[in-house]
T-cell receptor, first 110, second 112 residues
Framework: RKEVEQDPGPFNVPEGATVAFNCTYS??????FFWYRQDCRKEPKLLMS?????NEDGRFTAQLNRASQYISLLIRDSKLSDSATYLC???????????WGAGTKLIIKP | NAGVTQTPKFRILKIGQSMTLQCTQD?????MYWYRQDPGMGLKLIYY???????DKGEVPNGYNVSRSTTEDFPLRLELAAPSQTSVYFC???????????FGPGTRLTVL
């Protein structure tokens, strides 16, 4: 089983719609969780950390379900500029190393 | 404040050649990382450092070496390049082990 799994997509979504995707992780001892976005041929950029109680940053909401070992990202009122690959990232229990999912590709269409 | 910078942006190597990928950060971060990203795959950790003079292997260290003589710089050395090392290499840094990481723009390396 992969340590961090994501649906590769692509998710094709009309502008203004709401889209959500999940990521599952295998290490029950993980403590830190993140969503990054990566544009084509660019470096990953931190989108948001994911906290146990769930957190929101503008149109983006992240949630953590420890019992089922998954995290989710919800994007409301999607914009064309949201088109990117979204990477799910989870720490190993050593806390120095992060395990990266392969990403979910999102395409927002006008 | 430039963040994390990497040089070169692109490089083509012949099999057996060596090179050093440079990484510098100006955020006074203690933690620095080298990753490689192959098409359609997640980032794989090559080496990391938790401070000047301290380095450790990640998931895929074979064929690479690092040093960390200063807080700012974390160069990655490829010895005897092989086609399997064709990839995009990213350097990242952060202020704490469990915190989000900040990335440089990457080096696209092709080994022929």
């Amino acid at each position: 089983r992969k340590e961090v799994e994501q649906d590769p997509g692509p998710f094709n979504v009309p502008e203004g719609a709401t889209v959500a995707f999940n990521c599952t992780y295998s290490n029950s001892a993980s403590q830190s969780f993140f969503w990054y976005r990566q544009d084509c041929r660019k470096e990953p950029k931190l989108l948001m950390s994911v906290y146990s109680s769930g957190n929101e940053d503008g149109r983006f909401t992240a949630q953590l379900n420890r019992a089922s070992q998954y995290i989710s990202l919800l994007i409301r009122d999607s914009k064309l500029s949201d088109s990117a690959t979204y990477l799910c990232v989870v720490d190993m229990d050593s806390n120095y190393q992060l395990i990266w999912g392969a990403g979910t590709k999102l395409i927002i269409k006008p | 404040n430039a963040g994390v910078t990497q040089t070169p942006k692109f490089r083509i190597l012949k099999i057996g050649q060596s090179m050093t990928l440079q990484c510098t950060q100006d955020m006074n971060h203690n933690y620095m990382y080298w990753y490689r990203q192959d098409p359609g795959m997640g980032l794989k950790l090559i080496y990391y450092s938790v401070g000047a003079g301290i380095t450790d292997k990640g998931e895929v260290p074979n064929g690479y070496n690092v040093s960390r003589s200063t807080t700012e710089d974390f160069p990655l050395r490829l010895e005897l390049a092989a086609p399997s090392q064709t990839s995009v290499y990213f350097c990242a840094s952060t202020h704490a082990g469990g915190a989000g990481q900040y990335f440089g723009p990457g080096t696209r390396l092709t080994v022929l």
